[in-house]
């Protein structure tokens, strides 16, 4: 069965630090990889999506992603966090199944940033 | 463009009523999803909708059923309420394109409270 798991449910980081959200996921076809960011009290929003191609992905608010295929991962990382990226973030992955096509959502990471 | 539409924005019902749920895909989108994102749960898949017929459901019961109109919105029921209904639904849409990557778009959900 296809399952993805975020492993920090919160993670807590001062103002201008590095920050890493780390996404596992188990799939035995072929998936494609997304990070979704929730502010409060509103719809998901994308990041950044793996289709193919470089495994290094760049997305929106400068965060990017690494596809580490071997390792089934594909973490989140911002080499300098602002107390506006605080917010809950979503890794998913898209897959065909008999159904047709599918998307997953991890747990979600609540990312609180302080001054 | 318009986003994905969703209303009522907050519904209040109590235990044993029904609630009904609509959206509006993105103009070109033909699938749309419902997730239900309940307090500490993350996102749980519910529906795939897509030309007008039910393509996937997530594990839950057929209390919670929907249907696709012919000009792709949607709308989400769910007839027999229990407190636990208690919710954000959220509603994505998206357009499979060649490469089978679902990118998906979402509303900024209803929350529906169930008393």
């Known amino acids: 069965a296809q399952s993805v798991t975020q492993l920090d449910s919160q993670v807590p980081v001062f103002e201008e630090a590095p920050v890493e959200l780390r996404c596992n996921y188990s799939?035995?076809?072929?998936?494609?990889l997304f990070w979704y960011v929730q502010y409060p009290n509103q719809g998901l929003q994308l990041l950044l999506k793996?289709?193919?191609?470089?495994?290094l992905v760049k997305g929106i608010n400068g965060f990017e992603a690494e596809f580490n295929k071997s390792q089934t991962s594909f973490h989140l990382r911002k080499p300098s966090v602002h107390i506006s990226d605080t917010a809950e973030y979503f890794c998913?992955?898209?897959?065909?199944?008999?159904?047709?096509?599918?998307?997953?959502f991890g747990a979600g990471t609540r990312l609180f940033v302080k001054a | 463009e318009a986003g994905v539409t969703q209303s009522p924005t907050h519904l209040i019902k109590t235990r044993g009523q029904q609630a009904t749920l609509r959206c509006s895909p993105i103009?070109?989108?033909?699938?749309v999803y419902w997730y239900q994102q309940a307090l500490g749960l993350g996102l749980q898949f519910l529906l795939w909708y897509d030309e007008g017929e039910e393509r996937n459901r997530g594990n839950f019961p057929p209390r919670f059923s929907g249907r696709q109109f012919p000009n792709y919105s949607s709308e989400l029921n769910v007839n027999a309420l229990e407190l636990e209904d208690s919710a954000l639904y959220l509603c994505?849409?998206?357009?499979?394109?060649?490469?089978?990557?679902?990118?998906?778009?979402f509303g900024a959900g209803s929350r529906l409270t169930v008393l």
């Open positions: 799939s035995s076809v072929s998936v494609y």
């Open positions: 103009s070109g989108h033909t699938s």
């Open positions: 998913a992955v898209s897959l065909l199944n008999t159904g047709g096509f599918k998307t997953i």
């Open positions: 793996y289709l193919s191609g470089s495994t």
């Open positions: 994505a849409s998206s357009f499979t394109g060649s490469s089978g990557a679902n990118v998906l778009t």
